[in-house]
């Protein structure tokens, strides 16, 4: 089951995350917001695709959905993980390091995931 689940995942989290990159590029690199800005907006659009796209499809038939008000708030925790750890990773490469405004995007999209899947699987939709 949990290879279906993975399959699952990385299709639409992989969706979910390009379209986040995709926010946060246009916003920073086309339109000049600043990049943390830029990754909040990219993370809003995710997060409210992310919740409706991985609970119908990535994690159906996975735990008990008795308790919806508690599952869409260990969610928005997770989800708050990951804007934090993709904020970092923002700051650690084009604050820090002044690297180019793309140079955080592998790390949102491999890194970012894998913390994301572990704790949707194990705590969101158990």
Partial sequence: MIGGQLVRYA???GFVTALQAGVYWVLAQLLGVHPQLANVCGYL???ATGY???GRFTFRGHGSRDRPVAQAVRFGI???LSL???AFWVWLCVERLMLPLWSPIP???VITPVLVFTLNRQWVFR
């Fill in 45 to 47: 659009v995710a997060v």
């Fill in 107 to 109: 790390l949102m999209g």
């Fill in 78 to 80: 997770v989800s708050l």
């Fill in 52 to 54: 409706v796209l991985h």
């Fill in 11 to 13: 299709l639409t989290g």
């Fill in 84 to 86: 934090a750890l993709n």
